[in-house]
């Protein structure tokens, strides 16, 4: 049974910086991509940033963009988001997440596996 865990979330001022990571068990992750998506109270879950198997493709949102950071660790089944430049707009609950194989990371539909999530909070 594949899990997903998210560790990293908590309360930063603006300006400040996190960092996410996700761990994965209990499958097989290869030719899967692996992402991060938020949903803040009251709007819809967002894709956030995406990385491609082998991790040489990234994909982000354009409110992400030159902020945050996505990479995997696929010795240790991991995920990671570097989020610098935090803004009370970025404050969400941050979801890892893993595509089905071959999936296209950018579209919530195309994953299989979601992690419970972890808070992020980002004061003004």
């Known amino acids: 049974q594949v899990q997903l865990v998210e560790v990293g979330g908590g309360l930063v001022q603006a300006g400040g910086s996190l960092r996410l990571s996700c761990a994965a068990s209990g499958g097989t992750f290869s030719s899967r991509a692996m992402g991060w998506f938020r949903q803040a109270p009251g709007k819809e879950r967002e894709f956030v940033a995406a990385v491609s198997w082998s991790g040489g493709r990234t994909y982000y949102a354009d409110s992400v963009k030159g902020r945050f950071t996505i990479s995997r660790d696929n010795a240790k089944n991991t995920v990671h988001l570097q989020m610098n430049s935090l803004e009370p707009e970025d404050t969400a609950v941050y979801y890892c997440?893993?595509?089905?194989?071959?999936?296209?990371?950018?579209?919530?539909?195309?994953?299989?596996?979601w992690g419970p999530g972890t808070p992020v909070t980002v004061s003004s």
């Open positions: 997440a893993v595509t089905k194989p071959w999936g296209r990371p950018i579209y919530p539909d195309e994953y299989d596996y």
